[in-house]
């Protein structure tokens, strides 16, 4: 009879009737978590190229490319935040060289700036000359889509005596 060995198995259908024939699951189960290991992080760096690419690029267009003025046409979020901040896909009407043309671009907005991304808004955009599709905002100017609240006379009230109370509060 054969020692024991802890490597060794009791038989069973494997092992061609040798009641001691080692396993070798430990090969197995490297290669599966290495493939696992493998898989999360090229997933973790696809997740973030496809987050921080647009931003590289528009920061690159900013630096190299040409000045403009465009008119925001729409905003919506791409579904992606970064540190909770929403990835914004915007369509701007840009003026260049050959007359206005639509353009879109992606970048990350905090929350206090989402407000001034409004449909009608005028931008400071830059673009890659040598591809017109590619543009980058880099600000836009407050109040341009025309930045006027009315109130109705008793809002406007409020409005008031919220003002009365803020100085008597500072006082």
């Known amino acids: 009879m054969p020692k ?34 493998v898989l999360a992080i090229g997933g973790v760096v696809a997740m973030l190229f496809f987050l921080f690419y647009p931003e590289y690029q528009n920061s690159q267009i900013i630096k190299n490319g040409v000045e403009t003025t465009g008119v925001v046409k729409s905003v919506n979020e791409t579904g992606s935040t970064y540190n909770d901040q929403p990835q914004m896909k915007i369509v701007l009407d840009v003026e260049g060289p050959s007359g206005t043309y639509e353009a879109v671009t992606r970048m990350i907005v905090s929350f206090s700036n989402l407000p001034r991304l409004q449909p009608g808004v005028r931008a400071k955009v830059f673009y890659d ?19 006027v609240v009315e109130l109705s006379e008793e809002d406007w009230q409020e409005f008031q005596e919220f003002q009365k ?3 008597m509060q500072r006082e």
Do not use: C, H, T
């Not at 000359?129 to 930045?147: M, N």
């Open 4 to 37: 024991y060995d802890p490597g060794m198995m009791p038989q069973d259908s494997q092992n061609n009737g040798d009641p001691f024939v080692k396993r070798n699951k430990s090969r197995k189960v490297v290669g599966i978590g290495s493939l696992i290991a």
């Open 165 to 167: 109370w803020k100085e």
């Open 129 to 147: 000359p040598e591809d017109l599709s590619k543009v980058a905002i880099e600000s836009v100017e407050w109040g341009s889509a025309g930045g």
